[in-house]
């Protein structure tokens, strides 16, 4: 054993002396190789975006431009200080101009933060056919950077390509709308797409509690000038389990007498709009994706658990506004948010892929992307779809996503906690299967005590959940030949409320065999209830997000709804399995259960709700799923 540990030990120390290394490496190559300037670059209306510039020392040559705009930083400061690392290292050392700004409002530039700011109609940022000085948008200020950077930064090609990973991957989005002939290729990442319908925020209606308090506390407080230093979050928890503090705030309204959120500009505006009204509408950018011009290709990661929703539907967008072929891509790996940057992706949490997928995706996907569209090196044989598929553990490539060879079949919830495709008995009497959901004892999001939200509750063993008498649970017998599921899966729900309003989550599940005897950091694999995609409705929004509906108590009423895509294989030997409950928490807020604003909610509002789940042949609760048919 002693030597088992020793072994362990050192191999952890290689290991770890091996990324000492290689960031050593990259920081000394950065400072050798490139030098620094900082700039400020004015913008149509005479505001002025604090601009870092890294040009390669090598001036016999010419470079395209890559360009991040961020709202987190373009730090470090200082001509003379210089970053660890780029975002992909293959491609600095292959020669880029690479340029980083603070956008409008944040850190060391000037003028208003907007949080998502509304982009504008192309119409509506001229003026008797120029620029109108008064409209700007982060199209406009990207338009005007690229401008900029084109006329004053020496042995540029003419090229410029955009990319950026989460909140900078919105303003990636953006940077397609900039209409700059310049820009011939953008990559949003994990981009922030929409905070109301699957991103950060917001998932179908309900409020992500736990990460929008956990980002608002700092990110939210007023800058009242340019300066080079973040403002601090919350941080007196005064304890270790993120459910009994959260639990412990009770209603939404008291985190802005008791923590201070009242002080933070955008909670409050997120608290005056419930519902999916022209205020949030405006504020998604998936309209204005149509008639584009530069390349993109959207990547994002299977299992990120903030915007996971907005890298599917900026790819779908594009594809479906662009009638004409354009070259539109999307990648998707078993990534946490921004793991194909910042992890080896090759497992997370208990749960291991076998592959280094990041080193894969920066070498061979990243890199002959941006070389081929802004050097014009290579040939551009990257597919429409490169998808990594769990379950099986590989790389697959699409023509079009979702792919077209699948078929959807429904699973239905059946008695004993069976699920099947067999259509229930149209002869049969009523069924149902019934729990309460009660708000003073929310179904927690993991079995964890901790603190801060886990990156690896997305691929979480749910069995804490299975057992609980508030969560239903529904699987098929053991499979016998591989089941692969690629696309959007569609909760299809019949439910009797004994009250006026709930939410619903629906899990998918992959069940390992229970003679699995393989351990992972000490959870024992045989029976892993492995978390494939969870997602929270709230119920009320069932008719449209821009028009709540009570429910009737007593009334059989259906709710259906989308789950961001998944790309999995259940293998033979597996289950499928189903859960449903009511909460998620603390990660979603809870459903007062009362058809009233939860926004304006008072703590003795929450009620327990008997609800009924219907399984006959007029009322067929289940799942409808894509299944590929491969040859």
């Not at 705009?69 to 292959?94: D, H, I, K, W």
Request: glycine share 6%; hydrophobic share 35%; proline share 7%.
């Amino acid at each position: 054993m002693k030597k088992i540990i020793t072994l362990t030990l050192l191999l952890g120390l290689a290991i770890s002396a091996m990324a000492q290394n290689q960031d050593n490496s990259d920081s000394a190559f950065i400072h050798d190789n490139f030098t620094k300037r900082e700039v400020m670059i004015p913008m149509r209306d005479g505001k002025q975006l604090f601009t870092s510039i890294y040009s390669p020392k090598d001036q016999s040559k010419i470079y395209p431009i890559l360009m991040k705009r961020t709202p987190y930083s373009c730090a470090p400061y200082g001509v003379e200080n210089f970053p660890n690392s780029f975002q992909n290292m293959t491609l600095a050392r292959a020669g880029y101009i690479w340029v980083f700004q603070d956008v409008r409002g944040r850190y060391m530039s000037e003028g208003e933060y907007a949080d998502i700011r509304p982009a504008l109609p192309r119409d509506k940022k001229k003026k008797s056919g120029k620029q109108d000085p008064n409209a700007i948008d982060e199209a406009t200020d990207t338009y005007d950077t690229v401008d900029w950077l084109l006329k004053q930064v020496s042995n540029n090609n003419g090229n410029v390509g955009v990319y950026g990973i989460s909140y900078p991957g919105f303003y990636s989005t953006m940077a397609i709308l900039a209409d700059h002939p310049a820009i011939k290729a953008v990559s949003p990442q994990a981009p922030v797409t929409d905070w109301f319908i699957g991103d950060d925020f917001h998932h179908n209606g309900a409020f992500m509690m736990m990460d929008a308090f956990s980002f608002y506390s700092g990110f939210g407080k007023v800058r009242p000038k340019p300066t080079m230093d973040g403002q601090p979050g919350f941080s007196d928890w005064q304890t270790s389990d993120n459910y009994d503090f959260y639990l412990k705030v009770g209603a939404l309204p008291n985190f802005g007498e008791k923590y201070g959120m009242k002080d933070i500009p955008f909670w409050n505006e997120l608290m005056e709009h419930p519902n999916y009204d022209d205020w949030w509408q405006a504020r998604n950018p998936r309209p204005h994706l149509k008639d584009i011009m530069p390349a993109v290709m959207t990547v994002g990661g299977l299992f990120d658990a903030e915007d996971c929703w907005g890298a599917w539907n900026v790819y779908k967008s594009i594809e479906k506004q662009n009638p004409k072929k354009h070259s539109n891509r999307l990648v998707m790996g078993p990534w946490v948010h921004g793991g194909w940057a910042r992890t080896n992706g090759d497992r997370l949490g208990n749960v291991v892929f076998g592959l280094p997928t990041s080193d894969f995706y920066q070498k061979l996907i990243e890199f002959p992307f941006f070389e081929f569209y802004l050097k014009g090196n290579g040939k551009m044989e990257l597919p429409d779809a490169y998808i990594f598929e769990t379950g099986s553990n590989k790389w697959t490539t699409y023509d079009q996503w979702p792919p077209k060879e699948t078929t959807a079949n429904k699973y239905f919830f059946k008695e004993n906690g069976q699920l099947s495709t067999q259509i229930p008995d149209p002869n049969s009497s009523p069924k149902m299967d019934e729990y309460i959901s009660d708000p003073a004892k929310p179904v927690p999001y993991t079995e964890d005590i901790h603190l801060r939200r886990t990156r690896e509750y997305m691929c979480d063993d749910q069995r804490f959940a299975a057992r609980r008498p508030d969560v239903l649970v529904y699987q098929t017998e053991v499979l016998e030949k591989p089941l692969t599921v690629t696309g959007v899966v569609q909760a299809d729900l019949w439910v009797t409320l004994s009250s006026s309003d709930a939410d619903f989550v629906v899990k998918v599940i992959d069940v390992f065999p229970d003679t699995l005897s393989t351990v992972e950091n000490g959870v024992p694999m045989g029976g892993y209830q492995m978390l494939v995609r969870g997602e929270i409705f709230r119920g009320r929004y069932r008719d449209g997000f821009e028009s709540p509906k009570a429910f009737e108590a007593g009334k059989p009423t259906q709710v259906k709804f989308d789950l961001p895509d998944i790309a999995h294989t259940f293998l033979p030997g597996h289950k499928l399995m189903i859960q449903v409950q009511s909460s998620w928490f603390p990660l979603a807020d809870r459903n007062p259960q009362q058809f009233i604003n939860i926004y304006e909610a008072k703590d003795e509002d929450f009620i327990p709700c008997t609800i009924q789940m219907n399984r006959d042949f007029f009322h067929a609760s289940g799942v409808i799923l894509p299944v590929l048919m491969r040859e």
